[in-house]
Protein backbone atom coordinates (compact mmCIF):
# COMPACT_ATOMS: atom_id res chain seq x y z
CA UNK A 1 0.00 0.00 0.00
CA UNK A 2 1.01 3.98 -0.77
CA UNK A 3 2.73 5.40 2.11
CA UNK A 4 1.44 8.59 3.62
CA UNK A 5 3.55 11.39 1.77
CA UNK A 6 5.62 13.49 4.34
CA UNK A 7 5.07 16.92 5.47
CA UNK A 8 7.28 19.38 3.29
CA UNK A 9 7.40 22.69 5.06
CA UNK A 10 5.47 25.99 3.56
CA UNK A 11 6.90 28.31 2.17
CA UNK A 12 7.42 31.34 4.54
CA UNK A 13 4.87 34.01 4.72
CA UNK A 14 6.66 36.69 3.48
CA UNK A 15 7.33 34.46 0.19
CA UNK A 16 3.41 33.87 -0.27
CA UNK A 17 2.07 36.96 0.41
CA UNK A 18 2.85 38.76 -3.22
CA UNK A 19 1.68 35.85 -4.69
CA UNK A 20 -1.49 35.95 -2.96
CA UNK A 21 -2.22 39.71 -3.75
CA UNK A 22 -1.54 39.00 -7.26
CA UNK A 23 -3.98 35.94 -7.66
CA UNK A 24 -6.53 38.12 -5.90
CA UNK A 25 -6.30 40.34 -8.53
CA UNK A 26 -5.87 37.65 -11.57
CA UNK A 27 -9.13 35.89 -10.12
CA UNK A 28 -8.37 33.24 -12.16
CA UNK A 29 -5.16 30.45 -12.76
CA UNK A 30 -3.01 32.33 -14.57
CA UNK A 31 1.03 32.74 -15.20
CA UNK A 32 2.63 35.92 -16.28
CA UNK A 33 4.95 33.56 -18.41
CA UNK A 34 2.55 31.91 -21.14
CA UNK A 35 4.99 30.19 -23.91
CA UNK A 36 3.21 31.40 -27.44
CA UNK A 37 6.91 30.75 -29.40
CA UNK A 38 6.78 27.31 -28.20
CA UNK A 39 5.98 25.02 -30.20
CA UNK A 40 3.61 23.12 -28.31
CA UNK A 41 1.49 26.44 -27.75
CA UNK A 42 -0.08 25.96 -31.38
CA UNK A 43 -1.37 22.10 -31.14
CA UNK A 44 -4.65 21.62 -31.17
CA UNK A 45 -6.21 18.99 -29.46
CA UNK A 46 -8.34 15.93 -29.47
CA UNK A 47 -10.87 17.51 -27.73
CA UNK A 48 -11.32 20.23 -30.43
CA UNK A 49 -13.14 17.18 -32.45
CA UNK A 50 -15.45 16.42 -29.42
CA UNK A 51 -18.04 19.03 -28.46
CA UNK A 52 -18.45 18.31 -24.51
CA UNK A 53 -16.09 15.32 -24.60
CA UNK A 54 -18.86 13.46 -26.30
CA UNK A 55 -17.20 10.40 -27.90
CA UNK A 56 -13.89 11.04 -27.01
CA UNK A 57 -13.00 7.56 -25.49
CA UNK A 58 -13.52 6.37 -28.79
CA UNK A 59 -10.68 8.39 -30.52
CA UNK A 60 -7.82 5.62 -31.08
CA UNK A 61 -5.45 8.20 -29.14
CA UNK A 62 -7.54 7.70 -26.16
CA UNK A 63 -6.38 5.36 -23.46
CA UNK A 64 -8.81 6.33 -20.94
CA UNK A 65 -11.94 8.88 -20.30
CA UNK A 66 -13.89 9.30 -17.79
CA UNK A 67 -16.90 12.28 -17.26
CA UNK A 68 -18.50 10.84 -13.61
CA UNK A 69 -22.24 11.35 -15.61
CA UNK A 70 -22.68 8.04 -17.60
CA UNK A 71 -22.74 4.88 -14.62
CA UNK A 72 -23.59 4.77 -11.04
CA UNK A 73 -20.19 5.27 -8.91
CA UNK A 74 -19.67 1.74 -8.05
CA UNK A 75 -19.06 1.49 -11.76
CA UNK A 76 -17.13 3.79 -12.22
CA UNK A 77 -14.40 3.01 -9.38
CA UNK A 78 -14.47 -0.09 -10.65
CA UNK A 79 -12.52 1.17 -13.27
CA UNK A 80 -9.22 1.99 -11.29
CA UNK A 81 -7.08 -0.60 -10.17
CA UNK A 82 -6.90 0.86 -6.39
CA UNK A 83 -9.23 3.15 -4.84
CA UNK A 84 -7.81 4.27 -1.22
CA UNK A 85 -10.17 5.33 1.54
CA UNK A 86 -13.17 4.29 -0.45
CA UNK A 87 -16.00 5.79 1.72
CA UNK A 88 -14.43 9.19 0.83
CA UNK A 89 -15.61 9.32 -2.75
CA UNK A 90 -19.30 10.39 -4.12
CA UNK A 91 -20.56 12.02 -7.08
CA UNK A 92 -21.23 15.73 -6.55
CA UNK A 93 -23.85 17.96 -8.95
CA UNK A 94 -21.33 19.96 -9.73
CA UNK A 95 -19.07 20.54 -13.29
CA UNK A 96 -16.94 22.99 -15.25
CA UNK A 97 -19.37 25.65 -17.00
CA UNK A 98 -18.46 24.09 -20.32
CA UNK A 99 -19.70 20.76 -19.74
CA UNK A 100 -23.37 19.03 -20.46
CA UNK A 101 -22.99 17.05 -17.62
CA UNK A 102 -24.57 16.82 -14.17
CA UNK A 103 -21.75 15.29 -11.69
CA UNK A 104 -17.80 15.24 -10.45
CA UNK A 105 -16.50 13.56 -8.31
CA UNK A 106 -15.62 14.26 -4.70
CA UNK A 107 -13.20 13.04 -2.76
CA UNK A 108 -13.90 14.08 0.99
CA UNK A 109 -11.63 14.52 3.81
CA UNK A 110 -12.42 15.10 7.48
CA UNK A 111 -9.75 17.08 9.78
CA UNK A 112 -8.22 14.33 12.23
CA UNK A 113 -10.50 12.02 11.15
CA UNK A 114 -9.83 11.49 7.24
CA UNK A 115 -6.97 12.75 4.83
CA UNK A 116 -8.63 11.87 1.74
CA UNK A 117 -8.36 9.26 -0.66
CA UNK A 118 -6.68 8.17 -4.04
CA UNK A 119 -8.39 6.35 -7.08
CA UNK A 120 -5.08 4.64 -9.25
CA UNK A 121 -5.12 2.88 -12.24
CA UNK A 122 -2.63 1.02 -14.13
CA UNK A 123 -2.37 1.19 -17.17
CA UNK A 124 -2.38 -2.38 -19.54
CA UNK A 125 0.80 -1.89 -21.26
CA UNK A 126 3.83 0.92 -21.05
CA UNK A 127 3.76 4.08 -22.79
CA UNK A 128 6.99 6.40 -23.77
CA UNK A 129 4.64 9.45 -24.42
CA UNK A 130 1.62 10.33 -22.73
CA UNK A 131 -1.01 13.83 -22.20
CA UNK A 132 -3.56 13.42 -18.98
CA UNK A 133 -6.28 16.19 -19.12
CA UNK A 134 -8.60 16.81 -15.76
CA UNK A 135 -10.84 19.05 -13.96
CA UNK A 136 -9.75 20.36 -10.92
CA UNK A 137 -11.67 22.39 -8.17
CA UNK A 138 -10.10 23.14 -5.26
CA UNK A 139 -13.23 24.75 -2.55
CA UNK A 140 -12.74 27.14 -0.43
CA UNK A 141 -11.38 26.88 3.22
CA UNK A 142 -9.98 23.39 3.09
CA UNK A 143 -5.96 22.73 2.61
CA UNK A 144 -4.41 20.57 0.22
CA UNK A 145 -0.84 18.78 0.93
CA UNK A 146 -1.07 16.71 -2.45
CA UNK A 147 -4.24 17.27 -4.07
CA UNK A 148 -4.06 16.72 -7.85
CA UNK A 149 -4.06 14.25 -10.62
CA UNK A 150 -0.54 12.19 -10.87
CA UNK A 151 1.13 10.57 -13.94
CA UNK A 152 4.13 7.96 -13.83
CA UNK A 153 5.67 4.53 -13.92
CA UNK A 154 6.68 1.69 -12.03
CA UNK A 155 9.18 -1.74 -12.85
CA UNK A 156 7.78 -3.66 -12.52
CA UNK A 157 4.21 -2.60 -12.57
CA UNK A 158 1.74 -2.53 -9.89
CA UNK A 159 -1.76 -2.63 -9.28
CA UNK A 160 -1.67 -0.22 -5.85
CA UNK A 161 0.59 3.10 -5.75
CA UNK A 162 4.09 2.83 -3.77
CA UNK A 163 5.11 5.05 -1.18
CA UNK A 164 9.06 5.87 -1.31
CA UNK A 165 8.54 9.77 0.06
CA UNK A 166 11.47 11.90 0.10
CA UNK A 167 13.82 8.89 -1.20
CA UNK A 168 15.54 9.45 -5.39
CA UNK A 169 14.56 7.11 -7.74
CA UNK A 170 17.44 4.83 -9.19
CA UNK A 171 16.27 4.97 -12.84
CA UNK A 172 15.14 1.69 -12.53
CA UNK A 173 12.11 1.55 -10.25
CA UNK A 174 9.48 4.80 -10.74
CA UNK A 175 8.85 7.78 -11.86
CA UNK A 176 6.29 10.26 -10.72
CA UNK A 177 5.10 13.67 -12.09
CA UNK A 178 2.41 15.99 -10.52
CA UNK A 179 0.88 19.55 -11.04
CA UNK A 180 -0.35 20.72 -7.90
CA UNK A 181 -1.14 23.55 -5.39
CA UNK A 182 2.39 23.49 -3.37
CA UNK A 183 1.75 26.20 -0.39
CA UNK A 184 -1.04 27.80 1.18
CA UNK A 185 -1.95 30.24 -0.97
CA UNK A 186 -2.30 27.64 -3.72
CA UNK A 187 0.86 28.29 -5.78
CA UNK A 188 0.41 25.60 -8.67
CA UNK A 189 4.02 24.00 -9.56
CA UNK A 190 5.58 20.39 -10.54
CA UNK A 191 6.35 17.98 -7.62
CA UNK A 192 8.53 15.55 -9.38
CA UNK A 193 10.20 12.23 -8.85
CA UNK A 194 13.19 10.84 -10.78
CA UNK A 195 16.69 9.85 -10.63
CA UNK A 196 18.05 12.89 -11.84
CA UNK A 197 16.04 14.80 -9.35
CA UNK A 198 17.85 17.46 -7.18
CA UNK A 199 18.16 17.88 -3.42
CA UNK A 200 19.68 16.08 -0.75
CA UNK A 201 22.33 15.36 0.43
CA UNK A 202 20.09 12.79 3.10
CA UNK A 203 16.06 12.98 1.60
CA UNK A 204 15.10 14.31 -1.88
CA UNK A 205 11.57 16.01 -2.34
CA UNK A 206 9.28 15.99 -5.15
CA UNK A 207 11.27 18.84 -7.37
CA UNK A 208 9.76 22.24 -7.93
CA UNK A 209 10.29 23.21 -11.89
CA UNK A 210 8.30 26.29 -12.60
CA UNK A 211 8.64 28.18 -9.12
CA UNK A 212 6.16 31.38 -10.51
CA UNK A 213 4.63 33.39 -7.83
CA UNK A 214 1.98 34.23 -10.36
CA UNK A 215 0.76 31.12 -11.06
CA UNK A 216 -1.66 30.43 -8.64
CA UNK A 217 -5.14 28.25 -8.47
CA UNK A 218 -8.34 30.26 -7.48
CA UNK A 219 -10.39 28.57 -4.88
CA UNK A 220 -13.88 27.47 -5.84
CA UNK A 221 -13.73 27.93 -9.66
CA UNK A 222 -13.30 24.90 -12.45
CA UNK A 223 -9.28 24.49 -13.95
CA UNK A 224 -8.31 22.69 -16.72
CA UNK A 225 -4.89 20.78 -16.24
CA UNK A 226 -3.06 19.21 -18.75
CA UNK A 227 0.35 17.39 -18.46
CA UNK A 228 2.49 16.14 -21.05
CA UNK A 229 5.45 13.57 -20.03
CA UNK A 230 7.60 12.36 -22.82
CA UNK A 231 10.20 9.63 -21.53
CA UNK A 232 13.97 9.72 -22.63
CA UNK A 233 15.31 7.53 -25.30
CA UNK A 234 17.43 6.06 -25.68
CA UNK A 235 17.88 5.65 -22.16
CA UNK A 236 21.41 7.02 -21.75
CA UNK A 237 20.06 9.98 -23.49
CA UNK A 238 18.20 13.59 -21.70
CA UNK A 239 16.11 14.20 -24.37
CA UNK A 240 12.98 13.48 -21.81
CA UNK A 241 10.23 16.18 -21.71
CA UNK A 242 7.75 17.94 -19.17
CA UNK A 243 4.82 19.84 -20.18
CA UNK A 244 1.86 21.93 -18.58
CA UNK A 245 -0.53 23.61 -19.81
CA UNK A 246 -3.35 25.47 -17.66
CA UNK A 247 -6.96 26.09 -19.27
CA UNK A 248 -5.19 25.88 -22.46
CA UNK A 249 -2.20 27.98 -21.85
CA UNK A 250 1.02 26.54 -22.10
CA UNK A 251 2.50 27.47 -19.04
CA UNK A 252 5.73 25.22 -18.56
CA UNK A 253 7.83 22.89 -20.92
CA UNK A 254 10.76 21.95 -19.78
CA UNK A 255 13.55 19.43 -22.01
CA UNK A 256 17.04 19.23 -23.27
CA UNK A 257 18.87 22.09 -22.57
CA UNK A 258 15.60 24.30 -22.33
CA UNK A 259 14.69 26.81 -20.43
CA UNK A 260 17.66 28.37 -18.84
CA UNK A 261 16.99 28.93 -15.36
CA UNK A 262 18.73 27.74 -11.78
CA UNK A 263 18.51 25.50 -9.50
CA UNK A 264 18.43 26.08 -5.62
CA UNK A 265 17.79 22.75 -3.64
CA UNK A 266 15.39 20.89 -5.51
CA UNK A 267 13.49 23.93 -7.11
CA UNK A 268 14.25 25.19 -10.54
CA UNK A 269 13.06 28.62 -11.35
CA UNK A 270 13.46 29.47 -15.46
CA UNK A 271 15.21 32.66 -15.73
CA UNK A 272 16.76 33.67 -19.14
CA UNK A 273 20.23 34.47 -17.29
CA UNK A 274 20.54 31.37 -15.84
CA UNK A 275 21.92 28.04 -17.37
CA UNK A 276 20.16 25.38 -19.57
CA UNK A 277 17.92 23.45 -17.99
CA UNK A 278 20.11 20.20 -18.51
CA UNK A 279 16.95 17.72 -19.72
CA UNK A 280 15.30 15.03 -17.99
CA UNK A 281 17.19 11.26 -17.85
CA UNK A 282 13.80 9.65 -16.47
CA UNK A 283 15.44 6.35 -16.75
CA UNK A 284 18.37 4.12 -17.48
CA UNK A 285 16.31 0.93 -18.06
CA UNK A 286 14.19 0.33 -21.13
CA UNK A 287 11.79 -1.47 -18.51
CA UNK A 288 10.52 1.96 -16.46
CA UNK A 289 8.06 4.26 -18.42
CA UNK A 290 4.47 5.68 -18.21
CA UNK A 291 2.23 3.09 -17.12
CA UNK A 292 -0.29 4.28 -13.85
CA UNK A 293 -2.12 7.75 -12.86
CA UNK A 294 -4.29 8.93 -10.08
CA UNK A 295 -6.51 11.36 -8.83
CA UNK A 296 -5.88 12.00 -4.61
CA UNK A 297 -6.82 14.37 -2.57
CA UNK A 298 -4.16 14.24 0.58
CA UNK A 299 -4.94 16.78 3.34
CA UNK A 300 -3.04 16.72 6.63
CA UNK A 301 -3.72 20.49 7.91
CA UNK A 302 -7.21 20.76 8.25
CA UNK A 303 -8.41 21.26 12.16
CA UNK A 304 -10.41 18.79 14.06
CA UNK A 305 -13.88 18.13 12.56
CA UNK A 306 -13.38 20.24 9.28
CA UNK A 307 -14.83 18.84 5.88
CA UNK A 308 -12.75 19.13 3.35
CA UNK A 309 -13.16 17.67 -0.22
CA UNK A 310 -11.31 18.28 -3.74
CA UNK A 311 -14.04 17.53 -7.49
CA UNK A 312 -12.80 16.19 -10.55
CA UNK A 313 -13.94 15.88 -13.46
CA UNK A 314 -13.48 15.21 -17.65
CA UNK A 315 -10.07 12.98 -16.92
CA UNK A 316 -8.70 12.13 -20.02
CA UNK A 317 -5.62 10.13 -20.79
CA UNK A 318 -4.13 9.95 -24.68
CA UNK A 319 -1.34 9.98 -26.46
CA UNK A 320 -1.96 12.66 -28.31
CA UNK A 321 -2.65 16.49 -27.00
CA UNK A 322 -6.06 16.65 -25.44
CA UNK A 323 -7.16 20.45 -24.75
CA UNK A 324 -9.55 21.53 -22.54
CA UNK A 325 -13.39 20.98 -23.11
CA UNK A 326 -14.74 22.44 -26.66
CA UNK A 327 -18.03 24.01 -27.65
CA UNK A 328 -18.19 23.33 -30.95
CA UNK A 329 -16.28 20.95 -32.95
CA UNK A 330 -12.89 21.55 -35.00
CA UNK A 331 -11.45 19.79 -37.63
CA UNK A 332 -8.12 17.92 -36.73
CA UNK A 333 -5.25 19.78 -36.77
CA UNK A 334 -1.33 20.06 -35.19
CA UNK A 335 -2.26 16.91 -33.37
CA UNK A 336 1.25 15.20 -33.87
CA UNK A 337 3.27 14.22 -30.81
CA UNK A 338 5.84 16.32 -29.48
CA UNK A 339 9.34 15.47 -31.74
CA UNK A 340 11.49 12.99 -31.16
Same mark, same amino acid.
Given at each position: ?30 ? =? ?32 ? *??? =? ?13 ? $?????? %? ?11 ? &? ?32 ? $? ?31 ? %? ?21 ? &? ?8 ? *? ?13 ? %? ?10 ? $??? =? ?6 ? *? ?35 ? *? ?62
Amino acid at each position: MMDAPRVRPREPLLKILPALLLAMLLGSCTS =DRPLPQDPLAAQVGLAAQYPGDAGIERDPAVLFA *EDF =DHAPLTAILARFSDR $KRPASF %SLAHDGPSVSPGQ &YALKIASVGGVSTGGTLYKRLAKNYDLLYFRYYV $KYPSGGTYHHTAGWLGGYNPPTDWPQGHAGIRP %SGNDRLSIAAEPVDANGRLDFYT &YWMGMHGGPV *EYWGNFLIHDPSLVF %SRDRWTCIEVMA $KMN =DPVSAFNG *ELALWVDDTLVSHLGARFPAGHWTGGIFTPDRSGEPF *EGFQWRHDAGLALNWFWLQHYATADPTGYAGAALFDHVVLATNRIGCLAHTATPPANLNPVSP
